[in-house]
C-alpha cells in the first residue's frame, strides 16, 4: 500500500478513536471479550465485525489495535449509513484452517454474550458479518439454533471460508461478497457464491462479486484482494445498504 494510502487510513482510524468505545463483556471466570463500539447519531442497526485469521485484535483500552485488518481499516465507514459499527475482539488465538476453534462452545458462547449485550444496550437490529475464518464463526452461529437466530436481523459473509455453510431452515437475510480475484486457496469465490445460492427462495439474500483494489503479500492476507484492499468504502457500502434495506 502506497504512504499516502496508509496515512488516510491511519487518519481515519485516529478520528473515531475519540468516540469509539471500549466493553468488555465478561465470560465466566475467564477473560471477557473485549469490544470497541464506533457509535453514530440516530443508529438504524448495530453491526458486530468478526475478523478472520486467528481473530486476535489486541484491542487497547483506547480503542487503537495493531491489526490492519479489513475491518479495522473501514470501522467508521459505517456512521454515514447510520449504522454502529462493533470490533469483535477475542482473549486467545483461534488458530485457522480445520484446526480454527470457532465452533467450539467456548467461543460461540461469547458470540452469545456479544449479541445479548448489544441488544439489550440499544435495542436495535444486531447483524454479525464474518470475513474469511470469520465466515464460520457466523455462520456456526447462525446454525446453532432458533433462539440463537431470533437475536439477530442477519448475517453477512465475505471471503467465505470453504466450510462455511448456512442451514436451510434459516430464514434472516444472508449477504455473500467476495472478490473476483481472491487468491486465497482456503476461501474460493464459490464459497460465499454457493451460500447464497443455497438460500430458500422465500428468505433475503444477496450475492456481490466485486472487482479492482490493489493486492499485495499474502494472498490471503487484508491487504490482497481477499481482504478488499482499496475497496474499503465500497465493500461496506454494499453491506450497509443490505442492512438498511432489510
Sequence with gaps: ???THILFFLGLIF???????????PYKDDAPTKTLLIPTQNAKAVVLLFPGGGGMLHLQEDGSS??????VRSQ?????????AV??????????????????RDHQQRILNVVRYYKEKFNLPVWIFGHSMG??????????????????????VAGTYRSASVDSDVSVPVMGIHHVEDGCANTPFSASEDIIKSRPSKSPSQFIAMEG??????????????GFNQKEPEFIKAAAQFILKN
Aim: aromatic share 10%; charged share 15%.
Design 1 to 3: 500500500m502506497k504512504p
Design 87 to 104: 470490533l469483535v475482539d477475542t482473549p486467545y488465538d483461534l488458530g485457522g484452517g480445520m484446526r480454527n476453534s470457532r465452533s467450539i
Design 15 to 25: 478520528s473515531t478513536l475519540a468516540s469509539a468505545q471500549v466493553f468488555d463483556i
Design 66 to 71: 495493531t491489526n490492519f485488518h479489513t475491518f
Design 213 to 226: 483494489g490493489s493486492s499485495e503479500g499474502d494472498v490471503c492476507g487484508s491487504k490482497a484482494y481477499h
Design 76 to 84: 467508521n465507514l459505517w456512521a454515514q449509513y447510520g449504522i454502529d
Design 135 to 156: 465466515t464460520v464463526s457466523v455462520t456456526e452461529f447462525v446454525n446453532g439454533g432458533k433462539e440463537q437466530v431470533a437475536l439477530i436481523s442477519g448475517v453477512i
